[in-house]
């Protein structure tokens, strides 16, 4: 079944990268055009999509089976038709604590505010809300952060100080995102209030003062790179960065002091452990 499930996904995938190629357009007005011309079509596929729906929750209920989705659904419903259940959960819970709560559901927030009585604390980051996939709805948090503030009966206690992390990263951090995160792009003022404050002084020595940042490394897909791909160049790159910065002796903070930078002071951060094996052939052929 596993086989036959993977060579579907594959079949759907190709389709879809069709798909998608139909979907580059050269003007805004190119768009438009083509979706006035999609109308018909889009109703035939929402049919279709009601149809799937009604199959696929007819099927559950035959097999007498529930997913997280279901479950939250029925809790609602219990709590609405039987207000005593709802009176009892309530006096019998004395805090509910929700952590990443700018990843919470319209359905989850249904929920809780059916079993809370002014007694929810929760924590929250807008800029770190990574779960919409999963009808996480960031506007929620949002909503609770103003209305909180102009309550006499809710408090909001901004976390604004960094205490994980170096100067140098937070300052680029902030100059890296106040450029591109807004309230239009991202849903979230970064510059009014959402910016990281330095707040962990520990390191800070006459010595290592500034002097580390985050830098960009960009490349030309030139003759030089022509035959490579994407994650080769990039590799390449790190590899020959890391390799002048040795050979140059950078100075880098030690536990006595300033020294020449060795091999092992460099780490690679990488979404795909599926390239390490890259890595590893080559810097070997880099002689590192």
């Known amino acids: 079944e596993k086989n036959i499930i993977q060579d579907k996904k594959k079949y759907l995938k190709s389709i879809l990268e069709g798909l998608q190629k139909l979907c580059d357009y050269d003007s805004l007005s190119a768009i438009k055009l083509q979706l006035k011309h999609t109308f018909s079509f889009q109703e035939i596929v929402l049919e279709m999509l009601k149809k799937i729906y ?7 209920q035959s097999e007498n089976l529930y997913d997280f989705m279901d479950i939250a659904k029925a809790a609602i419903r219990l709590f609405q038709d039987y207000p005593w259940l709802q009176e009892e959960y309530q006096n019998s819970i004395a805090e509910i604590l929700i952590d990443e709560y700018q990843d919470t559901s319209d359905l989850q927030d249904a929920l809780i505010s059916l079993i809370a009585k002014h007694n929810v604390y929760m924590v929250g980051d807008v800029k770190q809300s990574i779960y919409r996939f999963r009808y996480a709805n960031p506007a929620i948090f949002q909503e ?6 102009n309550s006499k009966n809710s408090s909001v206690i901004e976390l604004s100080e960094n205490y994980r992390s170096r100067e140098e990263v937070i300052r680029g951090i902030n100059s890296l995102f106040s450029n591109i995160m807004s309230k239009e792009m991202g849903g979230v003022a970064y510059v009014g209030g959402q910016h990281l404050a330095y707040g962990n002084k520990t390191y800070e020595t006459k010595d290592n003062k500034s002097r580390y940042g985050i830098y960009s490394l960009t490349y030309h897909l ?3 790179y022509q035959s490579y791909k994407n ?12 390799k002048k910065r040795v050979e140059n002796k950078e100075q880098v903070m030690g536990k006595k002091g300033l020294r020449d930078a060795k091999w092992n002071d460099f780490a690679i951060l990488t979404q795909d ?4 094996g890259l890595f590893k052939q080559i810097f070997e052929y880099m002689q590192i």
């Open 144 to 149: 609770k952060f103003v209305v909180f503030q």
């Open 54 to 60: 009604d199959l696929f929750e007819a099927k559950k």
């Open 231 to 242: 994650y080769e160049i990039e590799a390449f790159i790190i590899a020959n960065e890391i």
């Open 273 to 276: 452990k599926g390239k390490f």
């Open 222 to 224: 030139d003759e030089t």
